[in-house]
């Protein structure tokens, strides 16, 4: 039995859609994003009340990377993920969770932007910091697109180190474009337009984001 703890528009989108890529029975459990994820009964699952957790066959796991990892080498070694021995197992460990660095910055931004609902709480020079190191994530998979040159983040083809990686940068969209990245934006668009990753997008109206996109503010 697989369960997946799951909120609209947070991390555990990334084993949502990979769940989907993996073509395997499970079941989701939606959550709202708010104080509900520190309930007791909650906290037996994921003991920091994160989404999100998976519930695999009796275990209980939590944080993005374990989990892609576990499903990955379960369900598709040297498929979707790059088994032990692999060529690229280095590399696709390192994407994987590269997206981690993606998404600290977006959840600071998160923060700023929704999380803090009065004006007089925000930091400008915060929102400019990280909307900056966004770029430099940017920059990094642009980079690394051009060395590799194929349309997906490893040469053997797309892998759960494009649905980490994508999926964090479906996120950090809200915060910085991807204008300046022409490889990067067109990689996220092959990559987003794969079922999984429709199949994993939130219903209208239930995510975190009531906006496109949140400019930083202009410094005073």
Do not use: N
């Not at 990280?130 to 997906?152: F, M, N």
């Not at 910085?176 to 990689?187: D, K, N, Y």
Request: one cysteine or more; hydrophobic letters at 40%.
């Amino acid at each position: 039995m697989i369960k997946l703890h799951h909120c609209p528009q947070t991390r555990s989108m990334r084993s949502l859609w990979l769940l989907h890529e993996l073509g395997v029975e499970f079941e989701v459990q939606e959550h709202r994003f708010d104080k509900s994820l520190r309930h007791a009964d909650y906290l037996d699952v994921s003991a920091a009340g994160r989404v999100p957790a998976l519930e695999l066959d009796g275990a209980r796991l939590f944080e993005t990377g374990a989990i892609t990892q576990a499903l990955c080498e379960r369900f598709s070694p040297d498929g979707l993920g790059r088994g032990v021995g692999h060529s690229e197992r280095a590399e696709w460990l390192v994407w994987v969770h590269f997206a981690e660095t993606i998404s600290q910055h977006t959840a600071a931004l998160t923060q700023q932007h929704v999380a803090l609902r009065e004006d007089h709480m925000r930091s400008p020079i915060v929102m400019k910091l990280e909307t900056a190191r966004l770029g430099k994530c940017y920059d990094a998979i642009e980079a690394h697109l051009r060395k590799v040159g194929t349309a997906a983040l490893l040469p053997g083809g797309f892998s759960a180190a494009d649905i980490s990686v994508g999926q964090a940068v479906y996120m950090s969209r809200y915060f910085t474009s991807l204008l300046r990245h022409p490889l990067v934006s067109a990689w996220y668009t092959e990559i987003t337009a794969r079922d999984g990753f429709q199949k994993a997008l939130p219903a209208p109206g239930s995510g975190i984001y009531t906006q496109d996109f949140y400019p930083a503010w202009a410094m005073p």
